[in-house]
């Protein structure tokens, strides 16, 4: 078995850089909020509550972005995935609290 790894030429370079970084872009604010409550800046039950918030938030508008359907579409499929998060997060607040 031989394994080969492809180069990446300009457009699939471009990307995979869009991806990797709307990625990291998902998570640093959800980070920022919970080391500003680590500092002392505000509770810990807020931050976490807005962080899962901006979370959410932030992995629909990565999600739906280049995405070419009719308004109505896109509202819809935002609309799911917002439930579906927060059903994740009561989810996992019955479990933990």
Aim: proline residues 5%.
């Amino acid at each position: 078995m031989s394994s080969r790894v492809e180069r990446l030429n300009g457009p699939q370079l471009r990307h995979a850089l869009r991806a990797s970084l709307g990625s990291l872009v998902t998570v640093v604010a959800p980070l920022v909020l919970l080391g500003a409550s680590a500092l002392g800046a505000w509770p810990v039950t807020p931050a976490l509550r807005v962080s899962a918030a901006v979370l959410l938030a932030t992995l629909a508008a990565v999600a739906i972005r280049g995405i070419r359907v009719p308004w109505w579409q896109r509202t819809l499929f935002l609309l799911t995935l917002g439930v579906a998060g927060l059903l994740v997060v009561w989810l996992q607040t019955l479990a933990h609290g």
